[in-house]
């Protein structure tokens, strides 16, 4: 029996070797290790034999058993291995042919400009306001001390609608809507941006649609050198760290000292070029001191409150800064100009 | 303004900077030099040289053979202008001279003769021709008598003159005039001003012997002076004078005209000089013009005036406009031997509906528009007929007649020195102050630190304490303030909420593939009545139009985004730029008025435009145009992140494709539209087959909640259900999902259609449209007999409504 047992054994190994599918490896697993199969047959005849042999008869056909088991297994492992290695080498791809395009869009050169200028006032503590583009002579004129039959706010300028009114020319009326909005009188810290309207023919440096910012300060104590500090932190953090400002005196109605602001052109590091017409010099922006007619005529006790004002215009910003050659680009929503700014 | 350094160096003394030192430090101080030019570009070797003959050129008719004397020689020269004459002193360029645009001059020979170097016009010098005197224009320059032969001809010309160009903002017309630019740059660079001396010998005749002044308009017209002066010999201006004049811009005429234009640049005073012989009287009467009166200006130009023009009159009828221009009857010409000369004050907006109506803006009315000082006017008129006397041999009557209820008074300001520190944030002190106000020439009282300024007349821009500020701080320098931030109670700026939302929609409708546009808010009034959504429709009565539009194109506010939308889009297709998915966020304007007296309501839309291809793929040979389903979704993607349910029915929009358009609704509220264009309207504009959205936003705003939540994620298993139904082909699957979600009850979560089929297993006019239902109780388990239960309620219903069978 004991012969019988280790000549299946040999006989179901050689079996397992010769296997080359798994199915061929499954009929020998049936074959010798099934209910019906030799090894049981061996063991039914397990009663003939005497006591001291049946537990040696025993664990041999066990032993017999399990080597076949693990033979099989080991053989099956083998295969798969090598079923899987051929499965991958026929999935196999050219990984260097294009991925499928995804479709991606972006925010408008203006939005980013002006996005990135709101998150830098709001870090300095200022909220964004919004007002009418269609505007009332009242707010966009007189409140900011410009009189009827003022030079500036001439009938050639501005885009009338009736008498009354007119696209807005800034948005610098937001600021007196805001303040007269509020009851209390309390600090104003605001910054509003938006379109305007101006007669202008459009070219390669005007627009009759334009964007501008429009920041303001009210508060007791505001002082010229604040504007200067808030100007310069805007200017560093948006031309560069390396960037110098100066302030220049002006005239707007609406503030008195009023000031531009010029950086040091990037180009020639303020030593004079082209791009800053040999100046060293590029305006930027108008600010100055709110005039005390406009406080006033917003309900802010000029002799109590002071404060500061600036106006932006960020397709200015954004043609230093990308050196955008024409405003024009900005309305016309050309995909090739759009696309250069969708990346971060 | 144009400011000749020769010239200003008369009041100041500027030599100590070269001309860019100079304009920065002007530019810095308030005024802002625009640009620093030569008059004319250096020219080398040319003199002035004396015609000893000059005959015809042997075989040329049009050229002449000059022996001119440049002093230690005499060249012969051939030379072609029309006004070449023996006795003439003239330019002449020597061989070897360069002229503007690197012009070499070399000896040659024209037509045979010898010719040793070239007579030159001012033009050939460098001058615009614009500037060059009319009896020069066309011909050589000559000097006066007395110049002297071989001097270099560019120095007796004073052509190298350095000119700044100022660029002045309203506030600043005191530096209209050389003696205003004197002050400032006398302030600046804290250096003494010389101001001209205005002697005059009169004769003992009395100019009120010859004229009278009548004011009927004081209000406009607070002062009148007339000077009278006879025996005018008019001529060319000395060269001196005229070469200033170029160089500021004005052509020189003649002494008497010259001499009223120098004193308007230096003063900053207008003159005016009649003809005395051809007043038509001699009484000055100044009133407002009657209505529809007439007068023939000096251009030859009859102008029809009327009751707001100011005219200066003979007494019977208008001899000029004031401030404007002069009448051509009394104009000043070669023949003038008297000449009456106005110096008055007109009031600025008098002036200016004037020069504005008839378009004469000029060089007086300018100044007067914005203000001249009251304290040069007749001081200008005095010096004026000194000028006269000196240069065009003029006898000046004695006395000024005039009619005088002129303000001479100095604004008075009171400035503290804490007070400027508090608002500049420095610590000027109060020495300092009082020698800002030095250098500036303004006077004042100090006490302590109080100071009571006076400002001067010819600064009528200081008015109140600020503008006292500006001086202070410009002249102490705005390099000097220092950097500070604001020391006011600290406040979290941010965003408001629907601020945050239209970032979070644009960031969206980005990442779905869609890129922004700013596209005009003024359109044709054409284009202002398409694409018009429904509910803006209704609360539209018409369309905002501009008074006086610079275009048709440009006329009218938009009602909605998309005609300016789909001409960007089209400008791209032009382009071969043809796959376009845009967007945008922006106002339109409604208006509930016929006609508009109030401010329009401004309502924020969104609005998208897609074409072309949506996907591309090209070797995996992939292409998914963009169609209905497409904008579609990226709607309904849109809404779910803003957590609003809306629904879709099919509706007509005018320039939309009637069978593929829907309207969008939250509840019964109309809030816009999804469709493809009209094919009409899409060829019109350009475009291929296209597909827009048009959103109400201010309602998205409006309706928004984005209250923080947590939805408990289910943790028992969902049930799903599939659901085949026959219906009439007409009827919308919109619907028969609308009356399942009723009917279904709570627990159905989901209702998706997954397949939709019409053709040849159908009974023609039928189709089948199968949905998935989801199944859920987030608090149990469900059973067969609930989800079944629910299914015969669906089946139900659609039966009841619409006819729905199973599909078998
Ligand atoms: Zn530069």
């Known amino acids: ?344 | 303004m144009f400011v000749s350094l020769n010239w200003l160096k008369n009041y100041v003394d500027i030599d100590q900077l070269t001309p860019e030192d100079l304009a920065e430090r002007i530019t810095k101080s308030g005024i802002e030099v625009e640009g620093i030019e030569r008059f004319a570009q250096a020219s080398t070797n040319v003199v002035v040289g004396y015609v000893e003959s000059c005959e015809k050129h042997p075989d040329a008719d049009k050229l002449n053979l000059c022996q001119v004397n440049v002093g230690e020689e005499t060249l012969q020269i051939v030379c072609g202008a029309p006004n070449i004459a023996e006795g003439q002193k003239v330019a002449v360029a020597k061989p070897g001279a360069v002229l503007p645009g690197n012009f070499k001059i070399k000896k040659a020979k024209l037509r045979g003769v010898e010719s040793n170097g070239m007579i030159c016009s001012l033009q050939e010098l460098g001058v615009e021709e614009k500037y060059v005197p009319k009896e020069y224009a066309t011909g050589i320059f000559v000097f006066p008598e007395d110049t002297e032969v071989g001097a270099d001809a560019t120095d007796v010309l004073n052509l190298d003159y350095i000119i700044i160009e100022l660029g002045l903002t309203p506030n600043r017309s005191d530096a209209l005039s050389m003696l205003g630019v004197a002050y400032e740059v006398a302030a600046i660079l804290d250096v003494p001003i010389r101001l001209p001396q205005t002697s005059l010998r009169h004769s003992d005749e009395v100019a009120e012997d010859h004229v009278s002044v009548r004011v009927e308009a004081p209000e406009v017209n607070p002062y009148y002076g007339a000077l009278v002066v006879r025996d005018v010999k008019v001529g060319p201006a000395p060269l001196w004078m005229r070469n200033y004049l170029m160089a500021a811009g004005i052509r020189p005429i003649n002494n008497v005209v010259d001499i009223t234009n120098y004193v308007l640049l230096e003063y900053g005073q207008p003159l005016h000089a009649f003809d005395y012989d051809k007043f038509g009287s001699n009484e000055v009467v100044v009133r407002k013009a009657s209505e529809g009166e007439k007068i023939v200006t000096l251009d030859d130009v009859e102008r029809t005036l009327s009751a707001e023009h100011l005219v200066i009159t003979n007494g019977k009828e208008p001899v000029a406009l004031a401030g404007v221009m002069g009448g051509a009857d009394s104009e000043v010409s070669d023949t003038t031997t008297n000449v009456l000369l106005e110096a008055a004050y007109f009031d600025g907006q008098t002036v200016r509906k004037a020069s504005k109506a008839f378009d004469l803006r000029s060089e007086a009315s300018n100044r007067f528009e914005k203000g001249v000082d009251p304290n040069r006017v007749r001081e200008a008129g005095v010096r004026a007929c000194q000028l006269l006397s000196e240069y065009a041999g003029a006898t000046v009557l004695s006395g000024v007649v005039e009619f005088d209820q002129m303000d001479y008074s100095e604004k008075k300001v009171t400035i503290w020195t804490d007070k400027i520190n508090d608002r500049l944030g420095t610590s000027i002190s109060s020495d300092e102050i009082a020698d800002i106000l030095r250098k500036l020439h303004f006077n004042f009282e100090q006490d302590g630190e109080t100071f009571v300024v006076s400002a001067p007349t010819r600064r009528q821009d200081i008015v109140i304490f600020e503008d006292m500020v500006e001086e202070v701080a410009r002249i102490y320098g705005y390099d000097n303030l220092p950097f500070t931030l604001p020391q006011g109670g600290t406040q979290a700026g941010g965003l408001t909420k629907a601020q945050e939302l239209k970032r979070h929609v644009k960031r969206f409708l980005e990442g779905a593939g869609l890129s922004e546009t700013v596209t005009y808010s003024l359109t044709s009034k054409e284009r202002a009545e398409q694409f018009v959504s429904p509910e803006v429709k209704e609360a539209t009565v018409s369309t905002v139009s501009l008074a006086m539009p610079m275009s048709e194109e440009h006329s009218t506010l938009r009602v909605s985004i998309l005609p300016e939308m789909l001409t960007s889009a089209a400008y791209n297709l032009a382009r071969k730029q043809a796959d376009v998915a845009y967007y945008e966020l922006g106002s339109i304007f409604i208006t509930d008025e016929e006609k508009v007296t109030r401010q329009p309501e401004e309502k924020l839309r969104l609005a998208g435009a897609l074409t072309g291809q949506w996907l591309t793929h090209p070797w995996q040979q992939e292409k998914k145009p963009v169609d209905f389903f497409v904008a579609k979704g990226i709607l309904e993607a849109l809404f779910a992140s803003l957590k609003v349910d809306v629904t879709y029915k099919q509706a007509k929009i005018d320039n939309m494709h009637p069978g593929r358009t829907a309207q969008i609704f939250v509840g019964d509220r109309k809030i816009g539209f999804v469709g493809q264009v009209h094919p009409a309207t899409q060829k019109a504009y350009g475009l291929k087959e296209t597909y827009v959205f048009d959103v109400d936003f201010d309602y998205l705003l409006e309706i928004h909640h984005n209250e923080p939540s947590f939805a408990v994620i289910p943790r028992f298993p969902s049930v799903s259900r599939d659901i085949a139904l026959v219906v009439d082909e007409t009827v919308p699957a919109g619907a028969v999902q609308a009356v399942i979600a009723e009917a279904g009850g709570d627990l159905v979560k989901d209702i998706q259609v997954f397949d939709v089929y019409q053709g040849e297993h159908l009974e023609a006019g039928k189709k089948s449209i199968a949905f998935s239902l989801f199944y859920q109780d987030p608090e149990r388990t469900l059973t067969d007999e609930e989800v079944e239960a629910s299914y015969q309620a669906i089946l139900a219903e659609v039966a009841k409504h619409f006819g729905a069978e199973l599909r078998g």
């Open chain 1, 1 to 344: 029996m004991k012969e019988q047992l280790q000549a299946l054994e040999q006989e179901a190994l050689a079996k397992v070797e010769a296997a080359s599918t798994l199915q061929e490896l499954q009929d020998v697993r049936v074959a010798y290790l099934g209910k019906k199969g030799p090894i049981t047959e061996v063991l039914r005849g397990m009663g003939k034999l005497s006591a001291e042999e049946r537990p040696v008869i025993g664990e041999l056909a066990n032993t017999v058993r399990g080597n076949i088991a693990n033979a099989i297994d080991e053989k099956k492992a083998g295969i798969e291995a090598e079923q899987l290695e051929k499965q991958l080498a026929e999935e196999q791809i050219d990984v260097t042919l294009p991925g499928r395009p995804v479709a991606v869009g972006g925010p408008h050169l203006l939005t980013s400009i002006v996005e990135e200028i709101e998150d830098l006032f709001i870090g300095l503590g200022f909220e964004i306001k919004e007002g009418p583009e269609v505007e009332t002579d009242y707010y966009n004129f007189e409140a900011l001390n410009l009189p009827k039959g003022h030079p500036a706010r001439d009938m050639q300028d501005s885009f009338y609608i009736t008498e009354e009114l007119l696209l807005r020319t800034h948005t610098s009326p937001v600021q007196a809507r805001t303040m007269n909005a509020l009851e209390d009188k309390r600090p104003v810290k605001m910054i509003c941006p938006g379109k305007v309207y101006r007669r202008d023919t459009d070219d390669a440096t005007h627009s009759h649609q334009f964007t501008q910012i429009e920041g303001l300060y009210v508060d007791k104590n505001v002082r010229m050198s604040d504007l200067k500090g808030v100007l310069d932190r805007f200017a560093k953090q948006m031309f560069g760290e390396d960037r110098e400002i100066r302030l220049r005196p002006s005239f707007f109605p609406f503030t008195e000292p009023s000031v531009e602001m010029d950086i040091s052109c990037k180009v020639c590091n303020g030593k004079g070029c082209s791009v800053c017409k040999g100046t060293g010099w590029i305006e930027i922006l108008g600010a100055g001191m709110v005039h005390p007619r406009v406080l006033e005529m917003a309900g802010y006790d000029p002799k109590e409150y002071s404060g500061f004002a600036f106006g932006m215009g960020p397709e200015r910003i954004a043609m230093l800064k990308y050196g955008v050659d024409d405003i024009r680009h900005f309305y016309t929503n050309d995909l090739r100009f759009l696309k250069q700014y969708h990346q971060a």
